[in-house]
C-alpha cells in the first residue's frame, strides 16, 4: 500500500482495533490478530466472528478471497474471506486490512485465517488473479484448487485490447464464448487457436499470458473441482457480493465497521429470510417423480428449485445405452435434435453410482439431467443418499459437521480454548431449536440444563486449569513469530514488546 494511502487511514486504524478489542472482551470466541510491531501501524490485521467461523465449519468447502476494496480506486485497503450458505447466498469466514503489500503479507493472512478456522483447509478458493496471492495460496494452500476470477480477466483483457474491442466489435462475444461455452479441454483449444487466427492475434502478449495461465480461469479445466457454481456463468462476476452496497469508493475507515456490521446483518437477515421461505412454503411440484417429492422435503429452496429444473429436463434428454460390460453400463444421453452435444454417463447399478462427462455434480454439488436421466431409464425412484450434499440441505447447519468432500482436512489433535468454545456453541444452538419445540419440551430442556451448569459449576471447581487455558481465558495473547519473512512457526509468550504478530481470543 502506498505512504500516502496509508497516512490517509490516519488514527481510522485505531478505530478499528478499539472495535475489535470491544467485540473480543464481549465474546472469547471473536478472533483478530495484528501482523508487525507493537505499534500496530505496519501490519495487516484479520478478524473473524463466532458466527463466521462457525459458518465455516459448515459451508467452508469452498472460499472466495475478495480483494476488490484493495484498489486505489477505494479508500480502504478491505479484504473479505466468503462462501455460500445451503441457500446459495454469501456467508462472511472474515474479514481483513490489508496494509502491506508483499507475499509474506498474504502469507501471513492466509495462515491467520487458516488459524481462526481450526487448520481446516477448503477444497477450493477463487481470487482476483494476483501474482502475490496466487504465490501466497500455494505456499499455504497447497493442495487447494486456486481459480482466479473470470469476470476480472475479462475486465483486464478489456482494458489491455482496447483496440481490438472497438476495432473488432464481435470479438469480445466470440472471446466469451470461447471461454464460457466450450466444455471440455479439446473444444477450448480448438476454440482458442480458431479465435486467435480469425482476428489475426495470435502473438499478442496478453492472450498469450492469459492462454498460459488458462488452467486457473478456464472452467473446461475446472469442471472437476466443488466451487458451488449452478452454472459456468453464474460466478462471472464481481467477488465482492457480500458487501456491494455496503462499502465503495466513498466508504472512509472510520465508516467501515458501521458498513460491515449492516452487511452482517442484512445477509443473516435474508438467510433467515429464506429458511423461513423453505420449512413453511411448498414448491409447486412439475412431476408425479417420487424423486422430486423427496428432493423437495431435503433441499433449501433455492437448490431445490435448480434440481427441479434439471429433472425436468430429463423429459427432454432420453438415455440410450451405448454399452454394457456387465458391471458397468454407459450410456449417451442428449437434447433432441441437439446430438451433437452428447454427455456420456457410466452407470454402475449395483453400487448405484453414476458420473457424467459434464461434471456438474464435481463441480456445483447438484446433480446433472445426464445422470437423471438414466436414473429415469433404469427405474431409480429415489436420489441416492450420494448424490445429496448436506451443505444444500435444509438440515446444512444442523447435526455433526463433517465434511463431505474427498479433500484432506487436517485438526489439530489438542483442541484449543477456541476450539472447545465452538463445539459447545454448536450443540447449544442444537439444544436451543430442539428444547423451544414445546412448552413441555422446554420445561424438560431448562430443569436438564439448570442440573448440567450444577455439573458444570462443581467439576469447574474440582478441575485443576492448565496454563494454556489460564492464559487464554485471561485474554493473554498468542503470538506468530517469524521465521525469515514467509515462514511462521505458533508459539505461547508473555512477552510483548518484540512480536511479529499477535493472535486474540
Same mark, same amino acid.
Given at each position: 500500500m502506498s505512504a500516502t494511502r496509508h497516512r490517509a487511514l490516519g488514527g481510522g486504524v485505531n478505530h478499528v482495533l478499539?472495535?475489535?478489542?470491544?467485540?473480543?472482551?464481549?465474546?472469547?470466541? =471473536? =478472533?483478530?490478530?495484528?501482523q508487525g510491531d507493537n505499534d500496530h501501524t505496519g501490519g495487516s490485521i484479520f478478524w473473524a466472528d463466532?458466527?463466521?467461523?462457525?459458518?465455516?465449519?459448515?459451508?467452508?468447502?469452498?472460499?472466495?478471497?475478495?480483494?476488490?476494496?484493495?484498489?486505489?480506486?477505494?479508500?480502504?485497503?478491505?479484504?473479505?474471506?466468503?462462501?455460500?450458505n445451503h441457500h446459495g447466498q454469501p456467508v462472511l469466514f472474515g474479514c481483513a486490512l490489508i496494509l502491506n503489500?508483499?507475499?509474506?503479507?498474504?502469507?501471513w493472512l492466509f495462515q491467520t485465517w487458516l488459524h481462526a478456522m481450526s487448520d481446516r483447509r477448503p477444497i477450493s478458493i477463487t481470487t482476483d488473479p494476483d501474482r502475490l496471492i496466487q504465490m501466497a495460496v500455494t505456499q499455504v494452500l497447497p493442495e487447494t484448487r486456486l481459480r482466479f476470477n473470470r469476470w476480472s480477466i475479462f475486465k483486464e483483457t478489456q482494458e489491455k485490447l482496447a483496440h481490438i474491442y472497438q476495432s473488432q466489435p464481435t470479438f469480445e462475444i466470440e472471446f466469451k464464448k470461447c471461454v464460457n461455452e466450450t466444455e471440455t479441454i479439446n473444444e477450448f483449444e480448438s476454440s482458442w487457436v480458431s479465435l486467435l487466427e480469425r482476428y489475426f492475434v495470435m502473438d499478442n502478449e496478453w492472450l498469450q499470458s492469459m492462454y498460459n495461465a488458462r488452467q486457473q480461469w478456464v472452467p473446461a479445466y475446472m469442471r472437476?473441482?466443488?466451487?458451488?457454481?449452478?452454472?459456468?456463468?453464474e460466478r462471472n462476476i464481481g467477488l465482492n457480493s457480500f458487501f456491494e452496497g455496503f462499502v465503495n469508493a466513498s466508504t472512509t475507515i472510520q465508516m467501515l465497521i458501521k458498513q460491515y456490521e449492516k452487511a452482517v446483518a442484512s445477509w443473516h437477515e435474508k438467510e433467515l429470510k429464506s429458511d423461513y421461505d423453505t420449512i413453511n412454503t411448498s414448491p409447486v411440484l412439475k412431476t408425479p417423480s417420487p424423486m422430486e417429492k423427496q428432493a423437495a422435503n431435503l433441499y433449501t429452496r433455492r437448490i431445490f428449485m435448480k434440481f427441479q429444473e434439471e429433472l425436468v429436463e430429463t423429459l427432454a434428454n432420453p438415455a440410450t445405452k451405448i454399452d454394457d460390460s456387465g458391471t458397468v453400463a454407459t450410456y449417451r444421453v442428449a437434447k433432441f435434435g441437439e446430438e451433437h452435444k452428447a454427455h456420456t454417463v457410466n452407470f454402475t447399478s449395483f453400487e448405484m453410482k453414476a458420473n457424467c462427462s459434464c461434471q456438474m455434480f464435481e463441480h456445483s454439488g447438484i446433480i446433472c439431467r445426464h445422470i437423471l436421466a438414466v436414473f429415469r431409464a433404469k427405474n431409480v425412484l429415489t436420489l441416492p443418499s450420494q448424490y445429496v450434499l448436506k451443505r444444500?440441505?435444509?438440515n446444512a447447519k444442523i447435526g455433526d459437521m463433517q465434511d463431505e468432500h474427498a479433500t484432506e482436512l487436517p485438526n489439530n489433535s489438542r483442541e484449543?480454548?477456541?476450539?472447545?468454545?465452538?463445539?459447545?456453541?454448536?450443540?447449544?444452538?442444537?439444544?436451543?431449536?430442539?428444547?423451544?419445540?414445546?412448552?413441555?419440551?422446554?420445561?424438560?430442556?431448562?430443569?436438564?440444563?439448570?442440573?448440567?451448569?450444577k455439573k458444570v459449576s462443581?467439576?469447574?471447581?474440582?478441575?485443576?486449569?492448565?496454563?494454556?487455558?489460564?492464559?487464554?481465558?485471561?485474554?493473554?495473547?498468542?503470538?506468530?513469530h517469524a521465521a525469515g519473512d514467509t515462514e511462521t512457526v505458533a508459539c505461547q509468550s508473555a512477552r510483548g514488546s518484540h512480536q511479529s504478530a499477535f493472535y486474540f481470543y
Open positions: 478499539d472495535y475489535l478489542r470491544r467485540m473480543q472482551a464481549e465474546n472469547p470466541s =471473536f =478472533f483478530y490478530a495484528i463466532a458466527t463466521s467461523r462457525m459458518n465455516y465449519a459448515y459451508f467452508g468447502d469452498t472460499v472466495i478471497f475478495d480483494t476488490t476494496y484493495r484498489t486505489n480506486r477505494y479508500r480502504v485497503p478491505f479484504a473479505s474471506f466468503t462462501g455460500l503489500d508483499s507475499e509474506a503479507s498474504f502469507a472437476d473441482t466443488f466451487f458451488g457454481d449452478f452454472s459456468i456463468t444444500w440441505t435444509r484449543s480454548l477456541t476450539d472447545r468454545s465452538n463445539t459447545l456453541r454448536q450443540e447449544a444452538i442444537k439444544y436451543v431449536e430442539e428444547g423451544a419445540k414445546s412448552i413441555h419440551i422446554y420445561k424438560v430442556a431448562m430443569d436438564a440444563l439448570q442440573e448440567a451448569l462443581s467439576a469447574k471447581n474440582q478441575s485443576p486449569v492448565s496454563a494454556e487455558d489460564g492464559a487464554l481465558s485471561n485474554g493473554r495473547n498468542q503470538e506468530l
